[in-house]
């Protein structure tokens, strides 16, 4: 019977935990997608094969899906994002700037060519502001890359 006590007062104080998070979180969810629009990578001719899928939700759990089948929502992994790394994450999602705000450059140079994934992000803010971008890493602000370095490890 001890047990099960401490069972129920574990699960009651990460529920707290998560209650308090989850108000210290600007967004509401946050979607994530790496993709290769490379046809030579893919079996198939202008088809996009998407590496990984997940989404956070405002309390910090993150669900990754299965990135054989992204679609099958039965396959999956989850982590819980400490209340630091969640910190970190609002530094940039939040509704004072916008995504595209982020992006330092958009054209690469005439001698220079990408062979890396591209990136998507959605995100759903609670004041029911959305925002969503499509970009690579290094055209990006050193501040968004340390977010999405820490997030990327995650994974």
């Known amino acids: ?36 629009a490379m046809s030579a990578k893919s079996r198939h001719k202008d088809h996009i094969q998407i590496d990984l899928y997940y989404r956070i939700d405002k309390s910090g759990l993150i ?3 299965d990135d054989d089948n992204y679609q099958n ?20 999602f939040n509704y004072t700037k916008h995504l595209k705000d982020y992006v330092m450059r958009k054209n690469l140079d005439n001698d220079e060519f990408f062979q890396g ?12 502001r959305k925002d969503s971008l499509c970009f690579i890493v290094p055209f990006m602000s050193n501040d968004f890359q340390d977010v999405y370095h820490m997030l990327d490890s995650v994974y």
């Not at 994934?117 to 029911?128: A, E, I, M, Q």
């Open 1 to 36: 019977m001890n047990f099960l006590k401490q069972m129920l007062f574990v699960y009651i104080f990460l529920n707290i935990v998560n209650n308090t998070i989850a108000q210290n979180t600007f967004f509401e969810k946050i979607e994530y997608a790496s993709f290769d």
């Open 63 to 65: 669900t990754i899906l």
């Open 73 to 92: 929502t039965l396959t999956f992994n989850t982590y819980q994002l400490s209340i630091v790394q969640l910190k970190k994450i609002n530094s940039i």
């Open 117 to 128: 994934t591209y990136k998507f992000l959605s995100v759903n803010y609670r004041n029911g």
